[in-house]
DNA sequence: CTGGAGTGGGTATGCCAAGA
DNA sequence: TCTTGGCATACCCACTCCAG
């Protein structure tokens, strides 16, 4: 009656029907579930009050769940026994089941603590298939229930947020960290454990075929058992990691903070610090974040290839056996209110391999898959490395659920750390070096003693503005004031001078350079202009440049960065030389425009000379054997082939002529 | 005798493009 | 799309030399 009047009445009445809910306690009834008589038992039990008779099965779902715990472990789903499992509990077909297994709509997989290999997983079977049991849903997870029992009652928060990431307590530390940490503890103290559960929707005629089929041996393959020693030490120590990582970072300099790398992060460490108590947060932006936080991807398989890790070497020796303490038989869990039946398995079922160890590859247990650069000079917070992480800045607010300038007014705002940490211990050595470096940013260095390289000292290289056409400002660039044209030629007269001086000399003695008449101070153009480099030097290796090399070297050698730095600013003959300090002080004085045009003329003489010093990074003159790219030749004899200096060849011209 | 400069070799890492 | 090798950067360090 109620029925017809809404479809007559409501607009929105149309196909009304009613839902009937019967809710029960949680754990009303257990059995054994190799038991038959004892199920029926169970499920009569719980049906007492009802005409079960009266019931339409096909319109009545039950909500049925299992429990695998055993004492002392904490038992986990294996990712690779999803297929055994969704094809056990929908008793379907191959072809079903691997359909109900594809990552997406129907089945996903929740990791557990982001370990590969470990997972539950939530499925709502495909409408396609054959299938012999209609399943609404099925339900995989572990339930840890070392945070309610938490010692001072208090309970931490569920999840840490990228805000709580960033902002440290006036130790340093934050306090998220420290109270998953006592969590763990006292988790290990009271020797606590997890168990494995699946819960399932079942019509109601099948609730018993459902669930008392679930084997020994399907068990056995389907959980692992990890000591709970070890379990809750995997948690204490990813929560410790992660936490010194935020500590580190939250001292250094505020702007390196704010890199997206640094941010990428902090951000990876708050999901794998959440990923500990609750499942890993899926959401959208996640997967660029989980490409380097996990090390692997699984999926379910079919039978034949799920004990596939079986024979690999077991990473997780199992502490001293517990014996027979702690014989907990049941869970009082009280969460979704649903009529579960919770089927308690027999301890004994679960085996272990004799040797005392787990079997078990746990992928990705210790940390994440992409570098993580720590600190260097240049950088002096941990950070994620390049190579992989191209986090956008996109991702970075979506997932902290908070805008990129509150982000960063929260880091601007965070208190300079008190007193700065000098090392970690030796390993992070390179650390403490930077930071200190970082700190004593404002010491002046010390004034070269090289002065006597300098061109004034060499009368020859006093600038000769008449001489010939190698002058600067040939071209249309007279404007520029003689002065200034003055100084352009020194520098590129220097050039010329010091690149040949600083040429490397073997530690024995033995010099590379053949110096024209009058000694280095004589070395003009005219040095450079020939392929016949064999007359200048004893011996070269040789790289025939394209015009991209040719290019970069020369910007190597008149950089135009205020701020580069080579490396030594007296070492490696890049310091000891003039023409760079020279150059570096117009590149700081003058405005880049002007750099810029300055630069383009003196460009022009260097692609007239024929070959020039190979220069490296760190060095102005390279010698290195193994350093010399594959590609560069070889132009000496005897003695002098071994570290011959590096010289490059103006694209200009054929290698083939080079002598 | 000592410490800093200078030299040459080592290494972690970044980036790119070819290969799988 | 991921891995790998080549090549480069930017740093480190042992050793030698030499001035004070």
């Known amino acids: 009656l109620l029925i017809e009047k809404c479809e007559e009445d409501l607009s929105f009445g149309k196909g009304a029907f009613f839902l009937h809910q019967y809710r029960g306690m949680k754990a009303t009834t257990t059995h054994n579930p190799n038991n038959e008589?004892?199920?029926?038992?169970?499920?009569?039990?719980?049906?007492?009050?009802?005409?079960?008779?009266?019931?339409e099965d096909a319109k009545w779902w039950v909500d049925v769940g299992m429990e695998v715990h055993v004492p002392g472990k904490a038992v986990l789903w294996r990712v690779d026994s999803h297929f055994a499992l969704i094809q056990h509990f929908l008793d379907a077909d191959e072809a079903t089941a691997a359909r109900n297994v594809k990552e997406g709509q129907c089945y996903c997989v929740d990791l557990t603590a982001h370990l590969t290999a470990l997972g539950g997983f939530r499925l709502r079977p495909t409408k396609v298939g054959t299938f012999g049991h209609r399943v609404a849903y099925v339900q995989a997870y572990t339930t840890d229930k070392a945070l309610t029992y938490h010692p001072d009652?208090?309970?931490?928060?569920?999840?840490?947020?990228?805000?709580?990431?960033?902002?440290?307590?006036?130790?340093?530390s934050i306090p998220y960290v420290e109270q998953v940490y006592h969590a763990y503890s006292s988790a290990l103290e009271k020797k606590l454990t997890a168990a494995s559960r699946i819960e399932m929707r079942v019509e109601l005629q099948y609730a018993q075929a459902d669930l008392h089929m679930f084997s020994p041996a399907l068990i056995k393959d389907t959980v692992v058992c990890i000591p709970r020693r070890v379990w809750w030490t995997f948690k204490l120590m990813r929560a410790t990691a992660a936490g010194l990582l935020l500590k580190w970072q939250n001292e250094g300099p505020k702007s390196l903070r704010k890199e997206k790398n640094a941010l990428g992060l902090t951000l990876a460490l708050v999901h794998l610090l959440n990923a500990l108590n609750n499942r890993p947060y899926a959401g959208q932006g996640i997967p660029e974040l989980y490409r380097f936080i996990l090390p692997l991807t699984y999926y379910a398989m079919p039978p034949e290839r799920v004990r596939i890790y079986a024979d690999e070497p077991t990473i997780l020796p199992e502490p001293e056996r517990e014996g027979e303490e702690e014989e907990e038989e049941e869970d009082e869990d009280e969460d979704e209110g649903n009529d579960d039946e919770v089927v308690e398995v027999d301890p004994e079922v679960i085996q272990f391999a004799d040797d005392g160890s787990v079997p078990i590859v746990a992928n990705g247990l210790f940390f994440i898959r992409a570098p993580i650069r720590l600190a260097d000079k240049a950088a002096p917070v941990p950070r994620l490395s390049n190579t992989r992480a191209k986090i956008g800045w996109d991702v970075?607010?979506?997932?902290?659920?908070?805008?990129?300038?509150?982000?960063?007014?929260?880091?601007?705002?965070?208190?300079?750390?008190?007193?700065?940490?000098?090392?970690?211990?030796?390993?992070?050595?390179?650390?403490?070096?930077?930071?200190?470096?970082?700190?004593?940013?404002?010491?002046?260095?010390?004034?070269?003693?090289?002065?006597?390289?300098?061109?004034?000292?060499?009368?020859?290289?006093?600038l000769t503005q008449h001489d010939g056409g190698s002058d600067m400002g040939t071209d249309d660039e007279d404007e520029d004031e003689p002065d200034i044209k003055e100084l352009l030629n020194t520098i590129w007269r220097s050039m010329l001078i010091n690149v040949a001086y600083k040429c490397v000399t073997r530690r024995n003695g033995d010099k590379w350079i053949k110096f024209p008449h009058g000694g280095s101070a004589a070395v003009k153009e005219e040095f450079y202009s020939t392929l016949d480099v064999s007359s200048r030097l004893q011996g070269f290796r040789y790289v025939a440049s394209d015009y991209r090399q040719w290019d970069d070297n020369f910007h190597r050698m008149f950089p135009t960065d205020p701020n580069h730095k080579m490396y030594g600013e007296k070492k490696q003959g890049w310091g000891q030389v003039s023409w760079i300090k020279d150059w570096r002080r117009l590149v700081q004085d003058w405005p880049t425009d002007k750099i810029e045009k300055v630069k383009r003329q003196i460009k022009k003489q260097f692609d007239n000379l024929s070959w020039m010093v190979m220069t490296r990074s760190d060095r102005l003159w390279d010698s290195r054997e193994d350093g010399a790219a594959k590609s560069m030749k070889l132009v000496a004899r005897g003695e002098m082939r071994k570290n011959a200096p590096h010289v490059i060849i103006n694209p200009k011209y054929r290698a083939k002529d080079v002598k």
């Open 37 to 55: 008589e004892e199920a029926r038992n169970a499920l009569k039990d719980l049906f007492q009050d009802m005409h079960i008779s009266m019931l």
């Open 153 to 172: 009652g208090k309970t931490h928060a569920k999840n840490i947020t990228m805000k709580e990431a960033i902002r440290p307590n006036s130790e340093g």
């Open 396 to 462: 970075v607010e979506k997932l902290s659920e908070a805008r990129k300038d509150t982000i960063f007014a929260m880091i601007d705002k965070t208190q300079p750390p008190g007193e700065v940490r000098r090392g970690w211990g030796a390993s992070n050595k390179k650390f403490a070096r930077g930071w200190m470096r970082n700190m004593d940013e404002g010491d002046q260095p010390e004034p070269s003693r090289f002065n006597h390289i300098n061109p004034a000292n060499y009368p020859a290289v006093r």
